[in-house]
C-alpha cells in the first residue's frame, strides 16, 4: 500500500495554533508530514525563517512523522520530490477557501498525482491569522498566547 505522504505548505510567518491544529488533525490522516515553508516573493518576512524553522521543529522533535523543510519552488513540484500525493491546507473561512480553491486547481494541472485535502480550523481557532499576529507584535501586543511555542 501506497504511504499517504502529505506536504503542509505555507510561509509560517510565524506558525500559529491555528497550523499546529491541523498538523495535529493530520497526523491521523497521513503517515508523514512534511511542514514546507515556502519562500513568497509578494511577502516580506517579519520573524527570520530560521529562527520559525527551529521553532517548528523543537515543537515536533518527538514526532517521527513530521519533516520540516525549507523551499523556493512551487508547492507542486517540490511535492513530487518528496513523493507527496497531498497537499494538507486549512480553511477560516469562505474566502480563504476561494483562495485555496484556485491553487489546488493550478496545483492538479502540474501535478495530477496531487490532491489538496481541506481541514476547516476549528472554531476557537478561526480568527487567529499570521498576519494579524504580525499586527499585535508590531505594534507592542503579547503574541504567545496565539503560538505553540514562545517567541521573544
Keep these: ?12 510567518d510565524p506558525f500559529t495554533l491555528g497550523h499546529h491544529d491541523i498538523v495535529l488533525r493530520g497526523l491521523k490522516m497521513f503517515d508523514t508530514i512534511h511542514i514546507a515553508i515556502g519562500n513568497n516573493p ?54 480563504d477557501f ?5 491553487i489546488s486547481q493550478i496545483n492538479k494541472d502540474i501535478n495530477k498525482d496531487l490532491e489538496t485535502v481541506f481541514l476547516i480550523t476549528s472554531p476557537k481557532l478561526a480568527p487567529i491569522s499570521s498576519t494579524i499576529i ?17 517567541i521573544n
Design 98 to 102: 476561494e483562495f485555496e480553491n484556485s
Design 42 to 95: 509578494e511577502k516580506e518576512r517579519y520573524f527570520d525563517v530560521e529562527l520559525i524553522k527551529n521553532k517548528i521543529e523543537e515543537l515536533y522533535k518527538n514526532e517521527n512523522k513530521i519533516n520540516i523543510i525549507l523551499y523556493n519552488e512551487l508547492t507542486a513540484e517540490i511535492s513530487k520530490k518528496l513523493n507527496a500525493n497531498f497537499i494538507l491546507r486549512g480553511l477560516r473561512n469562505t474566502t
Design 134 to 150: 504580525r499586527d499585535v507584535i508590531k505594534y507592542g501586543g503579547d503574541i504567545n498566547k496565539y503560538l505553540p511555542y514562545k
Design 1 to 12: 500500500m501506497k504511504n499517504k505522504i502529505a506536504i503542509f505548505p505555507g510561509t509560517f
